[in-house]
């Protein structure tokens, strides 16, 4: 079973810019979907991005149009880019994968902290 590991996460200032890394134990070639999340502290974990097998994404509203997420297939890397961040991003981000028969993977996550 592949086994993820974020890294990247730290203190930022407000309006600067963080990447988050997934290092995969394995293949993210066959995976179906490859996502990202967040849990701010007393909230619930919410969604952050998605990138389909196809190369397609998605965002929630409240990152759309400052965060991208990526992949590197070659090194089995998913990335969260973080641009003009606000403390209402501060969360522990969690990496997620689902693979093709619908297994559900998550990573140990990484705290990033929004200084204003």
């Known amino acids: 079973q592949v086994q993820l590991v974020e890294s990247g996460g730290g203190l930022v200032q407000t309006g600067g810019s963080l990447r988050l890394s997934c290092a995969a134990s394995g293949s993210l070639f066959g995976m179906k979907t490859m996502g990202w999340y967040r849990q701010a502290p007393g909230k619930q974990r919410e969604w952050v991005a998605t990138l389909t097998r196809s190369g397609g994404t998605d965002y929630a509203d409240s990152v759309k149009g400052r965060f991208a997420i990526s992949k590197d297939t070659a090194t089995n890397t998913l990335y969260l880019h973080m641009y003009r961040v606000t403390p209402e991003d501060t969360a522990a981000y969690y990496c997620?994968?689902?693979?093709?028969?619908?297994?559900?993977?998550w990573g140990q996550g990484t705290q990033v902290t929004v200084s204003s």
């Open positions: 997620e994968v689902v693979t093709l028969t619908g297994l559900i993977i």
